[in-house]
């Protein structure tokens, strides 16, 4: 049984100057798996996360995603099909407090220019922007003020923030960037939670981190597709090991 | 035991204060009519204390700076004064005209600037507002082009049930506090909205704001929208105030000076720009009673303000307020 | 309307224009490498003007003015750049344009209390007095003059920028100051080098239009928004586009008010709406800058 993709990628380049980030780059993934894009620095992983989340339009080639054709269509209309991401450098907002922050990821549809509501009066979107806390572990601060968080609480915080979105399908660029070793541990075991109820893709470097997880692990190498396999495949690949010799962390 | 009751109960009348903002600014800015030396002065001062209060929704809680707000102060003070001038309207019908005009105006800016980023925002303002001062006095066989507009009879304004000299100055300064007491009752419903946080959010980091799905460019538009007519309300009631309109109230001269006193009250606060304005006025006269300089004390505040007093008079002190509390 | 009067007020144009170049280019030179709109550009422009009246007086020459002028008033600039702008570095981008926003008032005031507040007469330099054939008609000899002057200073800064190693760096520095800094090259220098360079610029400007337009403190107030137009119209940060749209916006403004006086001042801001709707970035920007 093959479900309809959630989202393809079709000859897809992406050219800066005369330098080719992606090269025809062709791939399909489907609903309910945790994908995991890796390879060495430069290797075209953030290039290809932000084409398929809408934040760089491709110089070639054409992006679907929800059944909907994304390749042009502005970022915030990408969001509203159910597309959520994070960022690769912390993007929270870091005057507001923390309950504010997922608040605002929550106004979504009809809400956004409301002009007359009390904020204060909301309880039933309080209490759900709580309850998103409580799965990333920040219910104890909501009153904090975003900015003066330490780093592995404000990358729980935009989990969080994606989270409120009510995503279909969640791209995490680097999620563990900066963290020390048990904050890495607690933010892969949120993602592997979340990977249960939605489709989940996954950029990393760190290759050690992905293996157990995942799903179906594609290796780009110089903007192209090195390897695409289950983590066993990969792990037996050669090439993979070539390109990764020194690179492992 | 006494210490921690003490702190629970500071907490509790800052916070408490804080939730009566409005009623309290409103009888502040009442007090001002006993405090001002001459009312004209404390009407001045609310009437900038409102302009100032729409260029601050842009700047403090979005973000946006605007050099070319004068254009909608411009426009409402126009559009009341000449509907007054060549049409005969009643006082309040020709506020609302103003109010309009400037509607209009910031709609038309408003799509054309927002495309604007940052910096670039600023400039594009300055310059689009310079247009509409250009226009304005190009337009001279209506708006008296050099010499201004002339011969604003607004004497009285009949509400129906009563009605309100406004040849007398303390009537005349109440008339237009009730429609500043208005602006600052609607502009706190507004930050308290779902509106009003996604402003501060787009001045946080607008890119998130996108990724959670808004539309940035519609979000701003619409706020320079109603920022342009907060500003026009300003502009029209100072046409009622002064019975004419000055042709340079319009240049960029007017849009950085209520830049400036949002600045000097603080432009992380909600009353702040009122504080700047009362400040900034208040100085203006007694200073200019010593010297003819006026202009390099302004210079001067700009500067020492940026370089060492960002967060202005009422933004330093509300800080210390809730850092104690 | 002849096609001679259409040819000569064309190049009234091509002289207000060149002014408007030196003005935007200083300005774009400034943006591109510190990412601030010099919002005090008009008044380094004024100050430029009665700069060259007090060397005009000094040494009698007009020549020598021109060149004396622009340097004294660069100076100025490293100096507002090193202790004024330069503190606000990171702080936000808003801040250095609200600071040169009141150094401009500052700088006028302090004018007016030096040289008075009516303003001196500029008369135009003997040895450019009289006008010149140009076969449709005759054309002012110092109007060509400023178009001269004006060309040369493109071309040096081309050269400048393109051919030596200065220039290698200003340019490498407005797309990347990270990687200039970790070249080891003292990027801040390069900063207050730059600053009083586009002010150096605008003085040049102000001085080339003394005799055309009079020195009085408030000269500036108008020429900062003609900048802004031509930055807009040309793009942020870009020469080639300060140039063109310079030379542009003097044409299409001396041309209205051939037809109706009353428009020339609007034909600018006409220039500019069309820019903003069809073409944000200008004809030259880099497209970051705008949506």
């Known amino acids: 049984m093959s479900a309809a993709p959630i989202f393809e990628v079709k000859n897809v380049w992406v050219q800066f100057g005369g330098f080719s980030a992606l090269s025809d780059v062709s791939l399909a993934f489907q609903p309910g798996q945790l994908t995991s894009i890796i390879g060495p620095n430069g290797a075209g992983k953030s290039t290809f996360f932000n084409v398929l989340s809408g934040s760089i339009k491709p110089t070639a080639g054409s992006v679907f995603a929800l059944g909907h054709d ?17 960022f690769q450098i912390t993007s929270v907002f870091p005057q507001l ?111 050690k981190l992905v293996m157990g997880i995942s799903d179906r692990i594609i290796v780009l190498h110089h903007g192209e597709i090195l390897a695409d396999d289950k983590p066993a495949g990969i792990r037996a690949n050669s090439e993979v090991r070539r390109v990764y010799l020194g690179e492992e962390s | 035991m006494t210490a921690i009751t003490a702190q629970a109960s500071s907490t509790s009348w800052f916070t408490l204060l804080a939730r009566r903002r409005v009623a309290l600014a409103i009888l502040a800015l009442a007090a001002l009519l006993f405090v001002a030396p001459y009312e004209a002065l404390a009407t001045n001062i609310i009437i900038y204390g409102l302009f100032a209060l729409g260029c601050n929704l842009l700047l403090g809680y979005t973000g946006l700076l605007s050099f070319g707000q004068a254009a909608f102060f411009g426009l409402g003070a126009y559009g009341c004064g000449l509907s007054i001038v060549h049409g005969g309207a009643p006082v309040l019908v020709a506020l609302a005209i103003g109010v309009v005009s400037a509607i209009f105006g910031a709609a038309l800016i408003g799509a054309m600037v927002i495309r604007s980023r940052g910096i670039y925002f600023a400039m594009v303002t300055l310059a689009l507002g310079q247009c509409v001062s250009a226009i304005l006095y190009e337009a001279d066989f209506w708006t008296g082009g050099e010499n201004g507009l002339r011969g604003i009879a607004a004497s009285v304004a009949n509400f129906g049930v009563f009605k309100v000299n406004l ?97 000097l009250g603080g432009i992380n606060t909600f009353f702040g720009p009122f504080i700047g ?26 500067i020492a303000l940026v370089l060492f007093f960002p967060r202005g008079v009422w933004g330093t002190l509300l800080a210390r307020m809730r850092s104690r509390s | 309307m002849t096609l001679d009067l259409i040819l000569l007020q064309t190049f009234t144009g091509l002289a207000l224009g060149s002014i408007l170049v030196l003005m935007a280019l200083g300005m774009s030179l400034i943006f591109g490498m510190l990412t601030v709109p010099n919002f005090a550009h008009g008044a380094f422009y004024m100050v430029g003007a009665y700069a060259g009246v007090v060397a005009f007086r000094l040494t009698d020459s007009f020549v020598a003015a021109l060149v004396c002028a622009p340097l004294a008033v660069a100076l100025l600039g490293f100096a507002v750049e090193r202790t004024l702008v330069r503190p606000l570095y990171g702080r936000g981008l808003d801040y250095p344009i609200v600071l040169t926003f009141g150094l401009a008032y500052a700088m006028i005031e302090i004018i007016r209390i030096l040289f008075g507040k009516e303003g001196i007469p500029f008369e135009t330099p003997e040895f450019l007095q009289g006008a010149v054939s140009l076969g449709f008609g005759y054309f002012p000899l110092y109007r060509l003059f400023l178009i001269g002057v004006c060309v040369v200073v493109v071309g040096a800064l081309y050269l400048c920028l393109e051919k030596t190693k200065f220039g290698l760096v200003v340019r490498a520095g407005a797309n990347d100051p990270e990687i200039v800094r970790v070249l080891g090259i003292d990027i801040r220098t390069i900063w207050m080098l730059i600053f009083g360079l586009g002010t150096g610029l605008a003085a040049l400007a102000g001085l080339l239009a003394a005799p055309m337009r ?57 220039l500019m709406a069309l820019t903003l709707i069809i073409r944000p970035r200008g004809l030259f920007g880099r497209p970051g800058l705008t949506g």
């Not at chain 2, 200073?287 to 004390?297: A, G, I, N, P, Y």
Request: proline share 3%; net charge negative.
């Open chain 1, 70 to 86: 994304i390749t042009r269509m502005p970022q915030h209309k990408i969001t509203r099909l159910g597309v959520a991401k994070s």
């Open chain 1, 97 to 207: 407090s923390v309950l504010d922050n997922v608040r605002i990821a929550m106004q979504g549809a009809g809400r956004r220019f409301d002009l007359w509501t009390k904020r204060d009066s909301m309880i039933e979107q309080i209490d759900k922007a709580i309850e998103v806390l409580e799965r990333v572990g920040l219910a104890d601060r909501i009153e904090r003020t975003a900015g003066t968080m330490a780093h592995g609480e404000q990358r729980a915080l935009e989990m969080a923030m994606a989270l409120a979105l009510q995503p279909k399908a969640l791209l995490l660029d680097e999620p563990t960037a900066g963290m020390s070793p048990e904050e890495t541990r607690d933010m892969m075991d949120l993602i592997v939670g979340l990977a249960a109820e939605r489709t989940v893709i996954l950029v990393e470097h760190k290759m």
């Open chain 2, 167 to 263: 040849v007398d100055p303390t009537q005349k300064f109440f008339f237009v506090l009730a429609f500043v007491a208005l602006a600052l009752i609607l502009v706190e419903r507004l930050l308290a909205s779902p509106f009003g946080i996604t402003l501060e959010a787009i001045r946080e980091n607008e890119k998130r704001v996108i990724a959670c799905g808004y539309d940035a460019q519609a979000t701003k538009w619409l706020v320079f929208v109603l920022s342009g007519a907060i500003c026009g309300l300003a502009g029209a009631l100072y046409a009622i105030h002064l019975s004419i309109v000055p042709i340079d109230i319009v240049n960029y001269h007017n849009s950085g000076l209520v830049v400036m006193m949002s600045l």
């Open chain 2, 277 to 302: 304005a009362a400040i900034f006025l208040m100085l203006e006269d007694v200073v200019s009673k010593f010297t003819s300089h006026w202009q390099l004390v302004v210079g001067l505040l700009f």
């Open chain 3, 214 to 270: 009079g020195v009085t403190p408030e000269m500036g107030i108008p020429v900062l928004v003609e900048a802004f137009v031509v930055t807009v119209v040309g793009g942020m940060g870009s020469l080639a586009g300060a140039s063109v749209a310079g030379i542009l916006v003097g044409v299409v403004m001396s041309l209205t008010s051939l037809f109706s006086p009353k428009f020339a001042e609007l034909s600018m801001f006409a």
